[in-house]
């Protein structure tokens, strides 16, 4: 079973960034399909972006919400995955997950794609 270590997040004010990062100790993360997703209070969790795994080129996808201002990328090296998030909002605000599928995937930011998730942070964006 993968286990997805989140780290990062926390208390940023408006137009601020901070950066989340996600682990799978003892597995080969680019070899999976990576989704970052987020839920805020009363409302469904929704994909923000995602990248596939190395065999379909690490294509990414971004949500509308976020395009422009988060940028999801590898780290081969390190076997991490981050997302960078600048410019934030208050409606930013939420709980955010990592997600993984085994490869080859070509990502997508449908939650039911993915098997195994990480903890969840917390990011609050203050205005």
């Known amino acids: 079973q993968v286990q997805l270590v989140q780290s990062g997040g926390g208390l940023v004010q408006f137009g601020g960034s901070l950066t989340l990062s996600c682990a799978a100790p003892?597995?080969?993360?680019?070899?999976?399909?990576i989704g970052w997703f987020r839920q805020a209070p009363g409302k469904e969790r929704e994909g923000v972006s995602c990248?596939?795994?190395?065999?379909?080129?690490?294509?990414?996808y971004y949500a509308d919400s976020v395009k422009g201002r988060f940028t999801i990328s590898r780290d081969i090296a390190k076997n991490m995955v981050y997302l960078q998030m600048n410019s934030l909002k208050p409606e930013d605000t939420a709980v955010y997950y990592c997600?993984?599928?085994?490869?080859?995937?070509?990502?997508?930011?449908?939650?039911?794609?993915?098997?195994?998730w990480g903890q969840g942070t917390q990011v609050t964006v203050s205005s």
């Open positions: 997600a993984a599928v085994l490869g080859p995937w070509r990502c997508k930011p449908v939650r039911n794609s993915y098997d195994h």
């Open positions: 990248i596939s795994d190395s065999t379909n080129d690490g294509g990414t």
């Open positions: 003892g597995y080969v993360l680019e070899y999976y399909a």
